[in-house]
C-alpha cells in the first residue's frame, strides 16, 4: 500500500463501515428479541432500494419522500413477516426459525426479480456528487453524508431503547421472555415492533447504498458484510455493532487498497477480507468482542 493515501482509505473505510452498522443494528434487534439471526434481512435491504425507486420512478416522487415512503412500507413489511411467517412458529426449534427467514430470504429475491426485474437502476441522487476535500484525503460527499444519516439513525435508536417505553419494554423481553409475560408485557407484539423496526433500519441501508451504487439485486450480497460486523461485536451488543461494522468497512476498503498483483486482483480480496476476518474471530472468541458467554446448566 502506498502509505500516503492511508488517510484516504481509513477515511472511506470509515464511512462505509458506517452503513454497514447501521445494517448490523437490525440483525442485533431481532436477536435480542427473538434469539433469531436474521438471514433475510440483506434482502429486506435490497427491497428497500427498488421500493423507493418505484416511488421515484413511477409516481414522480422526489427521492426524499420516496425514502420516506420506504420506511413506511418497511414498517408493513417487518410486521406482517413477523406476523405470517415467525409467529406461528414460536415454541418451535429456533433451526425452524431460522430456516424460515433462509426461505424468506429467497421469496423475497424471487419477488423483487419477478416484479421489477433483475436489470441495475440508478436513484435520483440524495446528495450533492462533488467531492469533499480535506488536506490530501478527497472524500465522496454523498457517501460522508450517507455516513451523517447512519449517524442519525444510531441516536435514534439509542434513543428509542433508552427514554421510550416502547424501547424499555423490547429490553425487558430481550432479557427474559416469561418475567416480561409475567409483568403484563406482550411479547408476540414486541416482537412485531422489533421486526418493523429491522426491516426500517434495513430498507434505509438500502436506500443509501443504492445511492452510490445502484439499484440492483447484488446489494443483498453487500448486506453479508453486516454479518461479520455483528459476529465481530456480539450478537447482543449495539455498541458492538456499530464498533463491528466500522471495523469491516476499515478492513475492506484497507485491503482492497494493497498493491496486488492483476491475477489476484480479480478476486476482490477487499470484498473477501471481512469474512476471512469473521472466521479468525470466531475462533478466537466466539461469542464476539462484546458479547456475552452463557453459561447453561444441563
Known sequence: MNW?????????????GGIYALIALGLVLIYKSSRVFNFAQGHVLMLGAFVAWWFTENLGWSIWMAFLAAIGVAVLVGLAVERLALRPLIGQP????????LALAQVLQGAVI???????????????????ILGDVRLKLNLVLAFAVALIGFAVFVFFFRFTRAGLAMRAAAEDHQ??????LSVPRIFGLAWA????????????LANISGVETNLSVIALKAFPAVLFGGLESIPGAIIGGLTVGVIESLVGGLPQDP?????????????????????ARPEGLFGLKRIERI
Not at 418475567?179 to 403484563?184: C, D, E, K, R
Not at 491475477?263 to 470466531?282: E, K, Q, T
Open 4 to 16: 500516503d493515501l492511508f488517510p484516504q482509505f481509513l477515511a472511506t473505510g470509515l464511512l462505509t
Open 94 to 101: 429456533i433451526l425452524a426459525t431460522v430456516m424460515m427467514t
Open 114 to 132: 419477478l416484479v421489477f426485474g433483475a436489470y441495475q437502476r440508478s436513484l435520483p441522487t440524495m446528495f450533492p456528487l462533488q467531492p469533499l
Open 179 to 184: 418475567l416480561a409475560q409475567s409483568v403484563g
Open 197 to 208: 423496526i429491522a426491516s426500517v433500519v434495513a430498507m434505509v441501508g438500502g436506500v443509501l
Open 263 to 283: 491475477a489476484i486482483r480479480s478476486l476482490h480480496l477487499g470484498d473477501i477480507a471481512p469474512y476471512v476476518f469473521m472466521l479468525l474471530v470466531l475462533m
